[in-house]
């Protein structure tokens, strides 16, 4: 493999500490080491003990039917209703009065809601949504801000059998639209506005915004959440738009749950590919709950009842679905939910969170915990953290300088850490530490979880050996594998499977390397797609967004590592005529447009105006000599280039500050 990872990956690897669990923590621990053992014996009866977990209105027939790969089939004619296992059956059980969110809002209010509580409002949200005419296998978009009403709503589409399609509250009107669109999306449920930093912003006159001429859309419900805070008027479509409150109070607190097909679709999430259309994620019910909920169980080491969990993530992601919504509720988790910043109104905000509730288990990202170590330890210290018993990382490699620095700071020495990999793709955990059970080391994810299979290969599909690098691949179906990409059956087999088809391998996109104990390192992805604090992005969308815009002739994006992000996005742009002698100004309009027209979460970091791209014969962009520049390395390798001078005029003109 041609290794593109930057040098502080390369010091990953090391990486020699070791952590083992504490003797306490191990004895009580839910995972066990032969867990192992078990499910390599009978990999089916192991995933069919954790199908046990969940109830079933009808039984299974058969555990997994693989016949029509790379179309996987979990717990066939078995059927079950996803949002009674999430809500009623422990109310039924007679855990109705305990808590299932803690919900904190960004200027201070709170609400507690019981899983009696949930239940009610989860039912009447169902039979909103029946009334307003949407049927099982609709699709219902959601664009709202972490309030209680996004994960009821969820519920409530999981519940009359509708699939969800979540966008991200930051994401632009454009890419609203485009995902209402290829979902063809009946609903689309949104909030009047949403506390940023303090302040209100809007978030409907968006919706309005995307919504416009589009066909599918039948009715809008807004919830009201920023009320009078918000400057002017909510825009308002009558015969379209519903209020939430309107709606929904009225209805009965009454709903019986339908039994669904194992194989009934869950839930379409968007995500960034290779090329610039975003990829519909297909997920369905049994396989899916089954993984979310045992991986919760296992990696989180959750007792429900005792445990105060708090994954800081956004439903927007795959991690706010599988670890905010299905795998806690499912498990009975009482859980924290925080609407806003972690610097609003101080930077202390998650430690005064943690201390007020107890919380015991807390799931975030390294761009953040990187960002905490940048406002100092001296903020954590000011607050009581010792309830926290476990602690969580996901969405990028976690360097060991930051692994460190959580473990000392925010978990006082003694908490396990588990490294979690997975992807919208896997739908719940892969690869992480088994709290109680792994000797955890900073840095490492270590070993896909039991009943997972993961192996790093060669470009001829050969696994590596101890020491090694290359390609991260599932050479096995684990029961929450997305079922296809919505409407493209085709992109989904190209893709995952084509790379090793012959194999029947499943292609995760990322670079991997074993130690020499044959622990596994991930090492970011060796595509086109970016990783920027933890939200996957494509250098297709980033460069499509630039040449939308009329100075741009031509654009080339990659993905710088950044201390505190990840990467950063740094974008090379050829200007059109007169342009060219661009100032400030016009960069700064440039990235402005970019986040408009995706979000802001892809605006460049830096743009640099060139006079050419380095480009080869076949006229491809060869972005590893751009990466070169934009992380201030000597450029590599230019032979293969159409024009091996361009290097010199891109490094020139950079020089001279045009
Ligand atoms: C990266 C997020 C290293 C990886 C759940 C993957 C990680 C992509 C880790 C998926 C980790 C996620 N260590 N890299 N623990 N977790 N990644 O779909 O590149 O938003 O392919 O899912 O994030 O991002 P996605």
Not at 39 to 57: G, N, S, Y
Not at 419 to 429: F, K, L, M, N, S
Not at 496 to 505: D, K, L, T
Request: net charge negative.
């Amino acid at each position: 493999m041609t290794t593109e990872q930057s040098p502080t990956l390369d010091n990953l690897l090391t990486e020699s500490r070791s952590f083992p669990p504490s003797p306490e923590f191990a004895a009580a621990a839910n995972a066990t080491a032969d867990w192992y053992t078990e499910a390599d014996a009978d990999r089916e009866a192991f995933w069919a003990k954790q199908a046990e977990r969940l109830h079933w209105d009808t039984k299974w027939t058969q555990v997994l039917d693989w016949s029509n790969a790379p179309f996987a089939k979990w717990f066939v004619g078995g059927k079950l209703n996803v949002a009674y296992n999430c809500v009623d059956r422990h109310v039924e059980a007679g855990h109705g009065d305990q808590v299932a969110i803690h919900w904190v809002g960004e200027p201070g209010d709170t609400r507690d809601i019981t899983y009696a509580q949930l239940k009610d409002e989860v039912s009447k949200a169902a039979n909103g949504l029946l009334s307003l005419g949407v049927t099982a296998g609709d699709r219902v978009a959601i664009q709202l801000q972490m309030i209680p009403e996004a994960i009821v709503s969820m519920l409530a589409c999981a519940r009359i059998g509708a699939l969800h399609s979540v966008v991200f509250g930051g994401f632009s009107p454009s890419a609203l639209r485009q995902r209402v669109d290829d979902a063809d999306a009946k609903v689309v449920i949104t909030s009047d506005g949403q506390y940023r930093r303090g302040k209100a912003a809007p978030m409907k006159a968006n919706v309005d915004e995307a919504l416009d001429g589009a066909q599918s859309v039948e009715k809008v419900i807004v919830v009201r959440r920023t009320g009078d805070d918000l400057e002017g008027d909510v825009p308002w479509s009558d015969g379209r738009d519903i209020w939430w409150h309107e709606l929904i109070d009225a209805q009965s607190a009454d709903h019986k749950p339908e039994a669904f097909d194992s194989e009934h679709p869950l839930y379409i999430l968007y995500t960034s590919g290779t090329t610039g259309k975003p990829k519909g994620i297909l997920h369905t019910s049994g396989g899916y709950l089954t993984q979310a909920a045992y991986t919760h169980n296992a990696v989180f080491d959750h007792k429900p009842g005792q445990d105060v969990y708090w994954c800081t993530a956004d439903i927007g992601w795959v991690t706010g679905h599988s670890y905010i919504v299905y795998g806690p509720l499912a498990n009975r988790a009482t859980q924290v939910v925080y609407e806003g910043t972690p610097n609003t109104p101080h930077e202390g905000r998650h430690w005064e969170i943690i201390q007020k509730y107890k919380v015991s288990i807390y799931y975030t990202a390294p761009t953040l915990i990187r960002t905490f170590m940048k406002w100092g330890a001296e903020i954590p210290a000011k607050y009581d953290l010792s309830s926290l018993r476990l602690l969580g990382s996901v969405g990028e490699p976690i360097n060991p300088e930051a692994w460190m620095w959580f473990r000392e700071n925010i978990g006082g020495g003694n908490c396990p850490i588990v490294d979690t990999w997975w992807q919208t793709e896997t739908g719940a955990i892969m690869i992480s530490p088994l709290p109680g059970v792994t000797h955890a080391k900073p840095g490492s994810a270590q070993r896909p979880l039991p009943g997972v299979s993961a192996k790093v290969v060669d470009d001829t599909a050969t696994e590596v050996g101890n020491g090694g690098g290359g390609y991260l691949v599932l050479d096995k179906p684990w029961p929450s594998m997305l079922r296809g990409i919505w409407g493209d059956d085709e992109r989904f087999k190209d893709t995952y499977w084509s790379r090793f088809a012959e194999q029947g391998f499943y292609f995760a996109g990322d670079g991997a390397k074993y130690d020499n104990d044959g622990d596994i390192w991930l090492l970011g992805r060796v595509d086109d797609v970016m990783n920027v604090s933890g939200h996957r992005i494509s250098t297709t969308e980033v460069e499509s967004a630039l040449v939308s815009h009329p100075t741009v002739a031509e654009a080339a994006v990659v993905g710088a590592s950044d201390p505190t992000t990840g990467q950063g996005i740094v974008a090379f742009v050829i200007l059109r005529g007169d342009a060219a002698k661009a100032g400030d100004e016009a960069i700064q309009e440039l990235r402005n447009h970019v986040a408009k027209e995706i979000g802001p979460i892809a605006k460049p970091r830096q743009i640099m105006v060139v006079p050419e791209l380095p480009k080869t014969r076949s006229g491809k962009i060869m972005r590893r000599l751009l990466r070169d520049v934009a992380e201030n390395r000597e450029v590599g390798d230019v032979t293969t280039l159409a024009d091996s001078t361009v290097m010199d005029q891109i490094s020139k003109g950079l020089s001279s500050g045009s």
